[in-house]
T-cell receptor, first 111, second 114 residues
């Protein structure tokens, strides 16, 4: 069962902010929103996660709506190396719960 | 650097010939996962170990088995590979008991079945 909905693909100009949306309207109160990305021919890489507050780290920012039914991952200054498939995943943060990947968004950063 | 290592990166096997893929980790994580990723698809969880406890996904074929002889190593055995088993196989780890439960992925082993 798909817990998240993401656009299939997006383009972004190099140097501009990339805003990747994710809908998770059935999210439970104890489920976190995780973002991973997978660059071609590499394993997925953790980006950021959050519960209800906005989060920021050296890679990205995560904005979660007040009702928690959607979120946006923001790459503030996209580079060509950010071209990848981005996965939004909701998951209970209770130990050994595996990540279950949806289809993700293929982000192409264009020079 | 601490990491998740998968060997080999590329593996070619013949139809029906058993093959083993290996994964090792220096992170001392207590959970290890195996995912299968076919071309242009998302990774699909096959099974995972929490310490020595094995957790199989309901739709993982019996053809796929796994072993975890110790904390650092985990193996994926495909008893009789078919052409449909050609895929990237990803190993991942995580640590229960810390505040952050990110999974760390290895680079994957690309399996070709001829």
């Amino acid at each position: 069962d798909a817990k998240t909905t993401q656009p299939t693909s997006m383009d972004c100009a190099e140097g501009r902010a990339a805003n990747l949306p994710c809908n998770h309207s059935t999210i439970s109160g104890n489920e976190y929103v995780y973002w991973y990305r997978q660059i071609h021919s590499q394993g997925p890489q953790y980006i950021i996660h959050g519960l209800k507050n906005n989060e920021t780290n050296e890679m990205a920012s995560l904005i979660i709506t007040e009702d928690r039914k959607s979120s946006t991952l923001i790459l503030p200054h996209a580079t060509l190396r950010d071209t990848a498939v981005y996965y939004c995943i909701v998951r209970v943060d209770s130990g050994n719960t595996p990540l279950v990947f949806g289809k993700g968004t293929r982000l192409s950063v264009i020079a | 650097d601490a990491m998740v290592i998968q060997n080999p990166r590329y593996q070619v096997t013949q139809f029906g010939k058993p093959v083993t893929l290996s994964c090792s980790q220096t992170l001392n994580h207590n959970v290890m996962y195996w995912y299968q990723q076919k071309s242009s698809q998302a990774p699909k969880l096959l099974f995972h170990y929490y310490d020595k406890d094995f957790n199989n996904e309901a739709d993982t074929p019996d053809n796929f088995q796994s072993r975890r002889p110790n904390t650092s190593f985990c193996f994926l055995d495909i008893r009789s590979p078919g052409l449909g088993d050609a895929a990237m196989y990803l190993c991942a780890t995580s640590r229960v008991g810390t505040a952050a439960y990110e999974q760390y992925f290895g680079p994957g082993t690309r399996l070709t079945v001829t």
